[in-house]
C-alpha cells in the first residue's frame, strides 16, 4: 500500500475512491522480511503477487467484509466449513460484522487477537489500523495437536486474506485519526492457488512447476528429499532478481542493491547444495520469462539485461564461493565447539567477501 500512503493521510487525492489491484511485491528486508523463512516453509516468498482492493474514504468495515466473504465463498467456492475470521482484540465492530454476513461462523470460527497478529502498520511511522483475516483450514493430515491453530506457526491453518482497516496514522507524536477511514486489502495469490490446486505447497502450484523442471534440468538434482527447500529457494530468488531488476534496480554493497546480492547470493549456494559447479541461475530466466512474461511484458523486453546482469553477478560471486567454501570447511572442522568464533566470521567477510549471512546459513 505504500503507493496510496499520502491517499490514506489526505495528502494527496486521486479521482477514484476505490481501486484494485494485482502487485508485484518484494519482502526481504525491513518490517516485513520474509527471506530466512523461504525454501523452508511451505509459504513464504520474497517475491510473491498480492490481490488487492481499496477504498479511499469510500466503503468500510461492513462492506469490505462482505466483499471478502462473498469473493471467498461464492466466486472461488471455498467450503464454508473451512473457514475462520480473526479480528483484533477490541474491533466489537468487525466481531459483530462477521457474525452478521457470515453468520456460519458463528459457532466459534470468530476469533480476536491482539497487536502481533491483528494490527497493521507500515513501519514505526504512518497510516495503520485494526485487521481482520481469513483464514483456511487444510484439514487433519497437517496436524491435530494444540499448537495447530489459527495464527499458529503450523500449515494447517493458512491466513488467505487480510482486510486492513486504515482509522489511524502513527505519527511522531502519537496516533491520530485518518482524515477518512479508509481499506486495504492483501490476498497472497500463491496462497490461494495452493488451496484451490489443493497442493502441500506454494511452490507446488502451477506457477513453479515449469521452474522446478529447469533446475531439474540444469542441476542434474531430482525434485525430492532433503533438496526441496533448495529448489525452492532458487525458484523464489530467480522471480525476486528478475523483476527487481526489470523495475530497475541494480546489485550493489548498499541499500536495495544488496538486498538483491543476498538473494543472489542465497541462491548460488542452495544451487551448490543442488550440484551446480558454474554459474546457472541465469540461464533459468527464460524459463521464468515464458512462464510470466504475458502477464508482465516488462521481464520480457529486459530479458537479455537481466540475464547480463545476473550473470556477471553469478560469476563474480562463484570466484568468491569457492574461496570461502573452503575456508570454511577448515574452520568448522577446526572448532570444537558448535559455534563459529566471531573473528574467523569477520576474515572469511573482510578477506575473502564471503557475507555474514551466508556463513550464519551454513553454520545452521
Not at 92 to 120: C, M, Q, S, T, V
Not at 255 to 280: K, N, S, T, W
Not at 306 to 329: A, C, H, I, P, Y
Amino acid at each position: 500500500m505504500n503507493q496510496f500512503k499520502d491517499v490514506f493521510t489526505g495528502k494527496r487525492k486521486l479521482d477514484c475512491n476505490r481501486a484494485t489491484t494485482v502487485q508485484k511485491c518484494i519482502r526481504a528486508g525491513g518490517k516485513h522480511n520474509d527471506l530466512d523463512n523461504v525454501g523452508f516453509t511451505a509459504r513464504h516468498h520474497t517475491f510473491f503477487e498480492m490481490l488487492g482492493n481499496f477504498s479511499f474514504g469510500d466503503y468500510f468495515k461492513e462492506e469490505a467484509i462482505y466483499f471478502a466473504w462473498e469473493w471467498i465463498t461464492k466466486e472461488l467456492k471455498l467450503p464454508k466449513d473451512k473457514l475462520y475470521a480473526s479480528v483484533y482484540e477490541t474491533d466489537d465492530e468487525a466481531f459483530e460484522l462477521w457474525g452478521k454476513i457470515a453468520p456460519e461462523l458463528k459457532d466459534g470460527r470468530i476469533l480476536r487477537f491482539g497487536k502481533k497478529d491483528n494490527y497493521w502498520s507500515m513501519g514505526n511511522l504512518g497510516p495503520c489500523g485494526p485487521s481482520s483475516e481469513i483464514h483456511f483450514d487444510r484439514g487433519e493430515k497437517y496436524g491435530v495437536g494444540p499448537e495447530h491453530t489459527v495464527n499458529g506457526e503450523t500449515d494447517r491453518f493458512v491466513e488467505i486474506w487480510n482486510l486492513v482497516f486504515m482509522q489511524y496514522d502513527q505519527t511522531a507524536n502519537g496516533v491520530i485519526d485518518l482524515p477518512n477511514p479508509s481499506v486495504d486489502t492483501g490476498a497472497g495469490l500463491e496462497r490461494i492457488a495452493a488451496i484451490m490446486q489443493d497442493v502441500d505447497s506454494n511452490y507446488n502450484i502451477d506457477l513453479f512447476q515449469n521452474l522446478i523442471v529447469a533446475i531439474s534440468e540444469i542441476t542434474k538434482s531430482n525434485y525430492e528429499g532433503d533438496l526441496k527447500p533448495s529448489f525452492h529457494v532458487v525458484a523464489d530468488h530467480l522471480r525476486a532478481l528478475t523483476f527487481a531488476i526489470t523495475d530497475g534496480a541494480g546489485i550493489s554493497n548498499e541499500g536495495q542493491g544488496y538486498v538483491l546480492r543476498r538473494i543472489l547470493r542465497r541462491a548460488v549456494r542452495h544451487g551448490r547444495l543442488l550440484g551446480a559447479d558454474e554459474p546457472f541461475i541465469h540461464k533459468l530466466i527464460p524459463t521464468l520469462v515464458n512462464e510470466m512474461g504475458e502477464a508482465y511484458p516488462e521481464i520480457k523486453e529486459k530479458e537479455s539485461h537481466v540475464v547480463n546482469v545476473v550473470r556477471q553477478e553469478e560469476e563474480s560471486f562463484d570466484r568468491t564461493l569457492d574461496k570461502g567454501l573452503v575456508l570454511f570447511e577448515r574452520i568448522a572442522s577446526d572448532t570444537d565447539s558448535k559455534v563459529i568464533p566471531g573473528a574467523e566470521v569477520f576474515k572469511l567477510y573482510d578477506t575473502y567477501g564471503f557475507p555474514y549471512d551466508l556463513t550464519e546459513i551454513m553454520a545452521t
